[in-house]
């Protein structure tokens, strides 16, 4: 019996869902970058979270589970998802502020479609509070 469990464990964490980073794809390869800036009051937020969910309208809510791709910010706040095609996508924000010295949260729904995106660019904020 302790056998089974044991392959059966080895099984389940060779196959067990992982969360996408930018360099995998949502669906299909697309030619779309969207640039994020994360700002809270006026200055930039490092190290957090920002989490990435293609086709929806709705805000799928704070579970980061739910949430296609991530990436963390950089020393200025921002972060760059790569091969996106066009659509409805929904940013969510999470962490902690370092120098403001609080959590904060944020999101903000983003339309990719050819009227608004240059040169296949679009560049957007994210504020996030306490």
């Given amino acids: 019996m302790k056998?089974?469990?044991?392959?059966?464990?080895?099984?389940?964490?060779?196959?067990?869902?992982?969360?996408?980073?930018?360099?995998?794809?949502?669906?299909?390869?697309g030619n779309v970058v969207l640039n994020v800036h994360v700002i809270h009051h006026s200055w930039d937020v490092c190290n957090v979270n920002v989490y990435l969910e293609a086709n929806t309208l709705v805000y799928p809510g704070p579970d980061s589970t739910l949430y296609d791709k991530y990436l963390t910010t950089d020393g200025y706040g921002k972060v760059t998802f790569t091969k996106l095609i066009p659509g409805n996508y929904y940013l969510y924000c999470s962490g902690?502020?370092?120098?403001?010295?609080?959590?904060?949260?944020?999101?903000k729904q983003v339309y990719l479609t050819q009227e608004n995106l240059i040169n296949n660019e679009m560049s957007v904020n994210l504020y996030v509070s306490e």
């Fill in 96 to 107: 902690y502020d370092t120098l403001f010295g609080a959590q904060v949260i944020g999101y």
């Fill in 3 to 29: 056998k089974h469990i044991l392959l059966f464990s080895a099984i389940l964490v060779l196959f067990s869902c992982k969360k996408e980073n930018d360099s995998t794809p949502i669906a299909v390869n």
